[in-house]
């Protein structure tokens, strides 16, 4: 077991560094978010075509008649393994920018490649700097260049829902971006938070209809927050 498990992680780092390396130098190449979006895109689609079979994972895409390929959006999904945000990069078609945590970026490579390619980084400790990043993306976005964003704002322990932080829909108001809730069903039974050993299994991604805030206030935050939460846990 213990063998099995050093093997994948070998291949885990055999992987990032030959799809990172080229993607970090390409990254600093490139100018403007919408470009770095759509490489970002082919990198994430095939770091996880090529690790979520090397650890017997399948995934299954749901929901997607319900977005508009061409269109903007704030994704929202619920957050229980680190399987996730491989299984979302392999369903959602759109070019994603991935909102992730400081600590991501101190990763040789890996926080590298988020650097480079235009994911946004936002710091927990430090609720001014997150909202002004998360603005400044959200704002920036052209094409159908979307936001993803884990709505509890980290890894839920025992895989249920954790109450919704208000960044992503305070964003997707200033923006005027609709909000696709998203549910991640099966990860936490494949990867459990605090472990490393991946279990085969089956993955659901499913995407919900988008909830429009063009013309909504801050004072709808909370009906926008109950539907989302409504949609996650049907």
């Given at each position: 077991?213990k063998?099995?498990?050093?093997?994948?992680?070998?291949?885990v780092?055999?992987a990032?560094l030959?799809?990172?390396a080229p993607?970090?130098?390409v990254?600093?190449?490139?100018?403007?978010?919408?470009?770095?979006?759509?490489?970002f895109r082919?990198v994430?689609k095939?770091?996880?075509?090529?690790l979520?079979p090397?650890f017997?994972v399948?995934?299954?895409?749901?929901?997607?008649?319900r977005?508009?390929p061409?269109?903007?959006?704030?994704?929202?999904?619920n957050?229980a393994?680190?399987?996730?945000?491989?299984?979302l990069?392999?369903?959602?078609?759109h070019?994603l920018?991935?909102?992730?945590?400081?600590?991501?970026s101190?990763?040789?490579?890996?926080?590298?490649?988020?650097?480079?390619?235009?994911?946004?980084?936002?710091?927990?400790?430090?609720?001014?700097?997150?909202?002004?990043?998360l603005?400044?993306?959200?704002?920036?976005?052209?094409?159908?260049?979307?936001i993803?964003?884990?709505?509890?704002?980290t890894?839920?322990?025992?895989?249920?829902l954790q109450?919704?932080?208000?960044g992503a829909?305070?964003?997707?108001?200033?923006?005027?971006?609709?909000i696709?809730?998203?549910?991640?069903?099966?990860s936490?039974?494949?990867?459990?938070?605090?472990?490393?050993?991946?279990?085969p299994?089956?993955?659901?991604?499913?995407?919900?209809?988008?909830?429009?805030?063009?013309?909504?206030?801050?004072?709808?935050?909370?009906?926008?927050?109950?539907?989302?939460?409504?949609a996650?846990?049907?």
């Amino acid at each position: 077991m213990k063998a099995r498990s050093a093997i994948r992680l070998g291949a885990v780092g055999l992987a990032t560094l030959v799809l990172g390396a080229p993607a970090i130098l390409v990254g600093l190449a490139v100018p403007g978010r919408r470009r770095k979006g759509k490489i970002f895109r082919w990198v994430s689609k095939t770091y996880a075509r090529i690790l979520l079979p090397l650890f017997g994972v399948t995934v299954e895409t749901r929901g997607l008649h319900r977005v508009d390929p061409a269109a903007r959006y704030v994704f929202l999904s619920n957050h229980a393994s680190h399987v996730d945000s491989l299984a979302l990069a392999r369903s959602i078609p759109h070019p994603l920018h991935f909102v992730f945590k400081k600590e991501l970026s101190k990763i040789p490579v890996f926080g590298w490649v988020l650097l480079s390619l235009g994911q946004v980084m936002v710091d927990r400790k430090n609720a001014v700097q997150s909202r002004a990043a998360l603005a400044a993306a959200a704002t920036a976005l052209e094409g159908n260049n979307s936001i993803l964003i884990y709505g509890e704002g980290t890894r839920s322990r025992d895989g249920k829902l954790q109450p919704l932080k208000k960044g992503a829909f305070h964003i997707a108001l200033q923006a005027g971006l609709p909000i696709v809730p998203v549910r991640v069903s099966g990860s936490h039974e494949v990867l459990p938070s605090g472990s490393l050993d991946v279990r085969p299994g089956h993955v659901v991604v499913e995407l919900f209809d988008p909830i429009p805030t063009a013309g909504r206030a801050e004072a709808d935050l909370p009906d926008l927050m109950a539907r989302v939460r409504d949609a996650l846990l049907s």
